[in-house]
Nanobody
Framework: VQLQASGGGLVQAGGSLRLSCVAS????????MGWFRQAPGKERETVST????????FYTDSVKGRFTISRDNSWSTVYLQMNSLKSEDTAVYYC???????????????????WGQGTQVTVSS
């Protein structure tokens, strides 16, 4: 499975960005995709993930009400619409893919097997 993420950039606080991640390769048994981020000096955290089978979604508390994850009908692309961006959202954002991720496991990075290259999001205050 290959993941190609795009859409990062520099934006002022309060602005918006939309990240996209396209999955290719052996994805026929996909279970979940999502977004993770790593800020300088911090560990990578789960931002938002979606279960492909039942559409269940996880958001970390700090992005609830501001970020929206979605998928397209081709079942190959996941998006992250980020609104009301804050300086603390600055990080490298990674797309992840997991073959065996149940709805109850969406928050855990350990269930995601494949990772994209990362896209930088910088929010200036």
């Amino acid at each position: 499975v290959q993941l190609q993420a795009s859409g990062g950039g520099l934006v002022q606080a309060g602005g918006s960005l939309r990240l996209s991640c396209v999955a290719s390769g052996r994805t026929s048994s996909r279970y979940a995709m999502g977004w993770f981020r790593q800020a300088p000096g911090k560990e990578r955290e789960t931002v938002s993930t979606i279960n492909w089978r039942d559409g269940s979604i996880f958001y970390t508390d700090s992005v609830k009400g501001r970020f929206t994850i979605s998928r397209d009908n081709s079942w190959s692309t996941v998006y992250l619409q980020m609104n009301s961006l804050k300086s603390e959202d600055t990080a490298v954002y990674y797309c992840g893919f997991g073959r065996r991720v149940t709805s109850g496991e969406l928050r855990s990075q350990s269930y995601f097997d494949y990772w994209g290259q990362g896209t930088q999001v910088t929010v200036s205050s």
